[in-house]
């Protein structure tokens, strides 16, 4: 275990927010996790003597990462968003190899040593043949012909986005099945507000077989986490994203932009959801448009990188070779 702590910075606020006492305290709390995290992680390095640290970007990578830095260990680094968190930010300097999950063009690293690698994802995640999808459809208990919604906002849900689609699921289930993925905390209050009908499929949580239940959607609605956005592009799968604006950095908006910017996805404000029947009329939109819809797909699927994992293990290996020789 390393001490670690993080700087809480929230989008769309302003520096004074950082004074209020229920955000200063902590993050001077966490500053001294930070330096105690930074010993604990140069006697671990010393013990262990690697070839090669490779992190993520989470803020408990930021004290290992000075450690290594210190000890002269070479350093590789992986961003999954299109904006590099402050982690990487900081240590992006000293890395050796720096791995990014959108193309390099939204990020501000070196390009010499930055490489569009992708995000590692399961297998199963690939494109699926039309038969293949109504299998996955009736397998799941919907009408293999009709077309299917598939609402996520994440292991957590989205309240804001499961709230818009309870509103609107009279009105989308005259044009389509729908499967929403509420989260935990959401699934008893939704239940208790919905009753079973024809097409409608309500679920906590799903742990096994995500790939099989994207692959079945003619439309996905998700937020815009970037391992979740490259499953959905690996499906080449038509999505709706609806970015969380308030998470740190407004990371979401950024890896929302890459794709809209190439009309892989369709995006919506959060703020939109609150107009009565709007998500309904952009599914039902898009639904209305098959060629649209195959155009967002394949679009998307440009993101894919199906060798991620191998190309991001061959950047750690490089570095390794390149400390020894």
């Known amino acids: 275990m390393i001490y670690s702590g993080k700087l809480r910075r929230y989008h769309g606020l302003g520096k004074f927010h950082m004074l209020r006492p229920s955000i200063l305290f902590p993050n001077i709390i966490d500053l001294v996790k930070v330096s105690g995290g930074f010993i604990q992680s140069v006697f671990k390095l010393i013990k262990l003597r690697p070839d090669v640290v490779f992190m993520k970007g989470g803020y408990v990578c930021l004290p290992v990462g000075y450690a290594a830095r210190l000890l002269r260990i070479p350093m590789v680094i992986h961003d999954s968003d299109a904006h590099p968190g402050l982690t990487n930010r900081l ?29 590692p994802i399961a297998e199963d995640f690939k494109v699926y043949s039309k038969e293949q999808q109504k299998v996955f459809k009736h397998e799941l208990g919907f009408d293999r012909d009709r077309p299917l919604v598939v609402v996520t906002g994440g292991g957590l849900g989205a309240t804001r986005i499961n709230e818009a689609v309870v509103r609107d699921r009279t009105q989308l289930l005259q044009c389509t099945s729908v499967f929403l993925i509420s989260g935990q905390g959401s699934y008893d209050d939704i239940a208790s507000k919905t009753r079973p009908m024809k097409g409608w499929r309500l679920e906590p949580f799903i742990s096994e077989n ?71 009329r952009k599914i039902k939109d898009l639904l209305s448009a098959p060629k649209i819809l195959s155009e967002l797909g394949k679009n998307f699927g440009k993101f894919a990188r199906p060798d991620a994992a191998k190309e991001m293990a061959e950047l ?10």
């Open 91 to 119: 240590l992006a300097p000293f890395a050796v190899k720096i791995g990014t999950g959108a193309p390099l063009k939204y990020y501000n690293y070196p390009k010499d040593k930055a490489v569009y690698v992708g995000i």
């Open 210 to 280: 995500m790939a099989m239940v994207l692959a079945a959607a003619d439309i996905v609605v998700a937020r815009a986490g970037a391992t979740t956005l490259l499953e959905l592009a690996a499906l080449n799968k038509p999505t709706i994203i609806i970015p969380n604006g308030m998470l740190t950095a407004g990371h979401q908006l950024k890896n929302a932009k890459v794709y809209q910017d190439n009309f892989a996805a369709i995006i919506m404000k959060e703020d939109e959801l609150a107009s009565q029947g709007a998500l309904a």
């Open 316 to 325: 750690v290996l490089s570095a390794a070779k390149e400390a020894r020789d």
